[in-house]
């Protein structure tokens, strides 16, 4: 089974190509360039450069938030264009998964936070069991101080992980129990999507293009700036 994976949930943008358990090609660049100039023609020049075309791929797999409303609809975009035109099956990759699954089979807690801005991250906690990764909490947007909270009540080790952390390292760096992910395995990249994308579908979770849908824990900032505007209007402001 080919997986083509996209991940444009963050600043980091990727993409990979596996087949069965071995990584073929990936593509990853954290440069501040948006996503919508980076991330077709990383696709394209990946599978050039790797020998193979969109028409062998079995399975669109795309991390599906939450992360930024304009990166996850990018991605999004791109994702439901190939499968629709491809006639392929789409898996939706929750962010916050696949960047905890970058940490593989250890024994302490794994934390992924990404920074949603406004003091909040997203955030959920994992563990591994019997080889496979446990989510232990809800997807969350929450306070990095409720974070650190939960954080505190395991009483065992933490580890961190993904663009959150350089946010918010000073305060977690206070806590001797909270360990950091090294760089090569800290960030939302493609391999993990598509990792993860695959024990996804064998279980059955792909999708046609046309019935994915994004994960969104808060409302975009234009959401909350036309209900304020529209409160104000209500109260004759």
């Known amino acids: 089974m080919k997986i083509l994976a996209l991940e444009s949930s963050a600043a980091a943008c990727s993409a990979a190509l596996c087949e069965d ?18 991330l077709m023609p990383m696709v394209q020049s990946m599978l050039e450069h790797c020998g193979h075309t969109l028409a062998e791929v079995d ?17 999004a975009a791109t994702a439901k264009g190939f499968a629709l035109a491809l006639d392929k099956p789409i898996v939706a990759v929750p ?35 019997n080889d496979k990764l446990i989510r232990l909490t809800d997807h969350m947007a929450e306070s990095i101080e409720r974070v650190i909270e939960i954080a505190e009540m395991l009483e065992q080790e933490v580890i961190f992980l993904g663009d959150g952390v350089p946010v918010h390292r000073e305060r977690l760096e206070q806590n001797p129990a909270f360990l950091f992910a090294p760089a090569h395995c800290n960030m939302q990249r493609a391999s993990a999507v598509a990792a993860l994308g695959a024990i996804m579908a064998e279980e059955g979770l792909a999708k046609p293009g046309n019935a994915f849908e994004l994960i969104y824990l808060r409302k975009s900032q234009a959401e909350r700036e036309r209900e304020a505007r529209l409160a104000k209007e209500e109260a004759g402001e």
Not at 24 to 37: C, E, M, P, V, Y
Request: aromatic share 14%; charged share 15%.
């Open 95 to 129: 962010t916050l998964d696949a960047l905890a699954y970058n940490v593989f089979e250890t024994n302490k807690f794994i934390c992924p936070i990404m920074d949603a801005r406004r003091n909040q991250v997203y955030a959920a906690f994992y563990m591994w069991e």
């Open 21 to 38: 358990e071995f990584l073929l090609a990936q593509s990853f660049q954290n440069s501040g360039l948006t996503h919508s100039r980076t």
């Open 59 to 75: 399975v669109v797999a795309v991390a599906a938030g939450p992360g930024s409303f304009t990166g996850l609809r990018i991605g």
